[in-house]
């Protein structure tokens, strides 16, 4: 098994593997002017495609050779790192992270360790529930199983079927482009995200570069260079990720890189980009959980620390390129007994993860935690992200009442059913709910990943006939407006455009000639309150909440009582005094970083009682 050794590795390269780990990284640590730091996984791919079908196209011998040495080569290029990365980050993890968020490192691990990450993260990101877990240690690892996963099927394409057509690679990676842009723009921004399909154009593109053999004249490499750098550039500055991705923002970073890898260019060159360019692959490995802890420890770093911690990550990358990269890039060929070896080792870092977790969870503790979310969530009365019509048959309390009241709002007034289901009971009253994740009950077009939410547009213009059609006898809203959402309008002052919006619907409402509660929103935590309990038993004041109310929030109550509606505010029953404790009665009062408990939301039952009774 040999292969002709035409192909070495490229200055321009490696610098270019440099800058896109450093805006990768300047992105994640939070560093002004990257605000389109994250496009250097996009890169990454591209830079990948071209480099292991150059390879491809110098191999020697039969097609079974050439794929068994390009997977053994694959395998000790990616794997040792990985694995040691993924041991590195369940010791780290288990002792620095919140034990409440070790049962899903270890669920995300398995899928680091099956090279499936990117297919877990996709299904947290599609869930609801999981929009508000704490940040991964293991969430970069998405973009490995994108590359493993295009390294699965394009070696066989390639040599089996489009080693001699550049015609139709370039066919290939157009058709993909398009499937990316469907599934964005008309699937889903979170499954182009993570998907390898949507991906895979821009493998694709340093695919077509490396087969089309074109050469730049000497006299205009640095030009064509400087295109390419200048492009990437001004992606990194202008592009931000509210914008949908990948998606057209995407295709100038991405032709930008084509331009660099193109060119060939000494301008290109740089010995300390180049540097950083070999030690890219630990370096992304690692910086990555270093700042998932430091924020979690420490929710606001100052840019010292930041900078220091980056420091720290190139120091642990180079002795992982030194010891680890090189020394099996030197080994030939491959030893079956690493297979087990790999398995063993990461069996080992799963295990440290489900141990702790155990340890903790059935450990003595003074607080009772209750991460369970209300019943409408499993049984489909809470309307997920893909639907928008309103179910009528999400029928709660005494169902045989005539006396009926109706809940309408996103989660944060479907954290208010457990309460309002036993007050429905206690007064024998029909409660009907009609709840949306991440939809407040307004005349207000939202964005999901970069795109107008239209599923919830079309929920928010039903809602008044429908609930006027149920002829309740009051209807009670509850949305956020502790939180900034993401209008679809550009705008100025975010409380203007709230209150346009809402006053908009509460009209409509007073059109239809609906009685109306609103319930203003609950404290924001801005952090996952359970987690930090996790880590702070001894001393759970640690996570208390300030007593505040934003703009918005101060808004929705002026709107409420203008269109003639009762305003309630809960602010008194969870807070004292300035102070909003993160535990009342030895039970946590949110249950994530923004939502109330079920186990708390019972214990509100006798003020909600209390106020709904004078609205009766």
Request: glycine fraction near 6%; hydrophobic fraction near 45%; aromatic fraction near 12%.
């Amino acid at each position: 098994m040999t292969s002709a050794k035409t192909y070495s590795k490229r200055r321009d390269i490696q610098a270019l593997r440099g800058v896109s780990v450093l805006l990768v990284i300047f992105y994640h640590y939070n560093i002004s002017g990257f605000s389109g730091g994250f496009l250097g996984v996009d890169v990454f791919f591209v830079i990948s495609g071209f480099v292991i079908t150059r390879k491809l196209q110098t191999g020697t011998g039969t097609v079974r050779q050439q794929i068994i040495s390009f997977y053994q080569n694959r395998a000790r290029r990616i794997l040792p790192v990985s694995l040691l990365a993924l041991l590195g980050i369940s010791f780290a993890g288990s002792l620095l992270l919140s034990p409440l968020d070790l049962h899903q490192y270890m669920v995300e691990g398995i899928g680091v360790l099956l090279t499936i990450p990117n297919l877990v993260f996709l299904n947290e990101n599609t869930n609801y529930l999981s929009q508000s877990l704490n940040p991964s240690p293991f969430l970069h690892y998405w973009s490995l199983g994108v590359e493993e996963q295009f390294y699965l099927a394009w070696p066989l394409m390639f040599l089996l079927f489009l080693r001699n057509k550049k015609k139709a690679i370039y066919a290939l990676t157009a058709l993909f482009l398009v499937l990316a842009f469907i599934t964005t723009y008309s699937l889903s921004e979170v499954y182009s995200f993570y998907l390898p399909t949507s991906r895979a154009w821009e493998l694709l593109l340093g695919a077509s570069l490396a087969v089309s053999h074109k050469t730049i004249e000497s006299s205009k490499k640095n030009l064509i260079a400087l295109f390419g750098w200048a492009g990437l550039f001004l992606s990194v500055y202008l592009i931000t990720s509210d914008q949908p991705t990948p998606g057209v923002t995407t295709v100038l970073p991405v032709v930008s890189a084509g331009l660099v890898i193109l060119a060939d260019a000494k301008l290109s060159t740089n010995k300390f980009l180049e540097w950083l360019g070999d030690l890219s692959f630990p370096l992304y490995l690692v910086h990555w959980p270093l700042i998932v802890i430091l924020n979690f420890r420490s929710p606001e770093p100052s840019l010292i620390s930041r900078v220091f911690l980056i420091a720290i990550a190139v120091g642990l990358s180079h002795l992982l390129h030194v010891y680890v990269e090189l020394k099996f890039h030197r080994i030939g060929g491959f030893r079956k007994r690493w297979i087990p070896t790999y398995f063993a080792i990461g069996g080992l870092a799963i295990s440290i993860f489900a141990v702790s977790s155990f340890s903790f969870n059935h450990g003595p503790s003074s607080i009772t935690f209750d991460l369970s979310s209300p019943v409408i969530y499993s049984d489909g009365c809470h309307l997920p992200f893909k639907e928008s019509q309103p179910k009528p048959s999400c029928i709660f309390g005494d169902k045989t009442s005539n006396s009926k009241i109706i809940l309408i709002g996103d989660s944060h007034g479907a954290q208010w059913f457990p309460a309002l289901e036993q007050y429905a009971k206690n007064t024998k009253k029909k409660l009907v709910t009609f709840t949306k994740s991440g939809c407040p009950a307004t005349d207000l077009a939202l964005l999901r990943g970069g795109i107008t939410d239209r599923e919830c547009s079309r929920w928010q213009s039903v809602l008044p006939k429908q609930l006027a059609a149920e002829k309740p006898q009051y209807v009670i809203i509850s949305d956020a407006t502790q939180i900034t959402a993401k209008v679809a309008s550009p705008t100025t002052s975010y409380v203007d455009t709230w209150s346009a919006g809402f006053s908009s619907f509460m009209g409509k409402l007073q059109a239809e000639g609906l009685k109306v509660v609103v319930i203003g929103d609950t404290p924001y935590p801005g952090q996952n309150s359970p987690s930090c309990l996790s880590v702070h038993v001894s001393d759970p004041t640690h996570c208390d909440v300030s007593r505040t109310r934003t703009p918005a929030s101060l808004a929705t109550k002026e709107i409420a009582l203008k269109f003639g509606a009762t305003f309630i505010d809960p602010l008194d029953w969870i807070c004292t005094g300035d102070i909003c404790p993160a535990v009342k009665g030895g039970v946590n009062v949110y249950r994530d970083n923004s939502h109330l408990s079920v186990a708390f939301t019972r214990t509100l039952v006798a003020q909600l009682s209390a106020a709904l009774n004078k609205v009766a």
